[in-house]
């Protein structure tokens, strides 16, 4: 069974500075990851996801993340983060099970911009 | 459409009371999932189905929790007997399926509060 570890539980950074959130899962033969965001009072939302090709992914609002399959991670990242960026995100994994697809999340990194 | 719509957005019962909660995915996807989410926890996958077939359910699901899709379209999942354990936001989310795992929409929630 796939799981996912955020090394992370809480970030603090400044606004306009950057930031890497970092996420590890453990290997199966098909690896198909994803990040989702959740806002305050908010549903969840996907921000960007890796199924195959390129290792660097970009995703909304400026984000991207990076497939590492030699460390089995995928950090995100973001050059200059808003306060609007406060939010919780959730590093995901999805492994083939009959029929389709289950999806195990880590435990969330939240992420905190101050002025 | 509008989206993931979860009814009722907040429930409050009693030990041993059962509960019902509905999803309404968005209209054009096949597949459904569940999940439970506690405080400070990323959502944890319960059960999902492609059309009206659950075809996957997790080990974490005791016999009090069922979850049907009568028709392919709407979903509910009840639990009986209710322990304070239970209380929890329960998440329901949709997807197209085909193919690889695609983007799942989140709806809003309900959030269950067992006294």
């Known amino acids: 069974a796939q799981s996912v570890t955020q090394l992370d539980s809480q970030v603090p950074v400044f606004e306009e500075a950057p930031v890497e959130l970092r996420c590890n899962y453990s290997?199966?033969?098909?690896?198909?990851l994803f990040w989702y965001v959740q806002y305050p009072n908010q549903g969840l939302q996907l921000l960007l996801k890796?199924?195959?090709?390129?290792?660097l992914v970009k995703g909304i609002n400026g984000f991207e993340a990076e497939f590492n399959k030699s460390q089995t991670s995928f950090h995100l990242r973001k050059p200059s983060v808003h306060i609007s960026d406060t939010a919780e995100y959730f590093c995901?994994?999805?492994?083939?099970?009959?029929?389709?697809?289950?999806?195990?999340f880590g435990a969330g990194t939240r992420l905190f911009v101050k002025a | 459409d509008t989206g993931v719509s979860q009814d009722p957005r907040h429930k409050i019962t009693k030990r041993g009371q059962n509960v019902t909660f509905r999803c309404d995915p968005i209209?054009?996807?096949?597949?459904l999932y569940w999940y439970r989410q506690t405080l400070g926890q990323g959502p944890e996958f319960l059960t999902y189905?492609?059309?009206?077939?659950?075809?996957?359910k997790s080990r974490l699901l005791s016999d009090r929790f069922s979850a049907e899709r009568p028709k392919g379209s709407f979903s509910t999942l009840e639990i009986q007997r209710t322990e304070q354990g239970d209380s929890a936001m329960y998440l329901c989310?949709?997807?197209?399926?085909?193919?690889?795992?695609?983007?799942?929409?989140f709806g809003p929630g309900t959030r269950l509060t067992v006294l």
């Open positions: 890796y199924l195959s090709g390129s290792t």
């Open positions: 209209s054009e996807h096949n597949r």
């Open positions: 995901a994994v999805s492994e083939d099970v009959t029929g389709g697809f289950k999806t195990i």
């Open positions: 189905f492609q059309n009206e077939a659950q075809l996957e």
């Open positions: 989310a949709s997807s197209l399926g085909g193919g690889g795992p695609n983007e799942q929409f």
């Open positions: 290997s199966s033969v098909s690896v198909y």
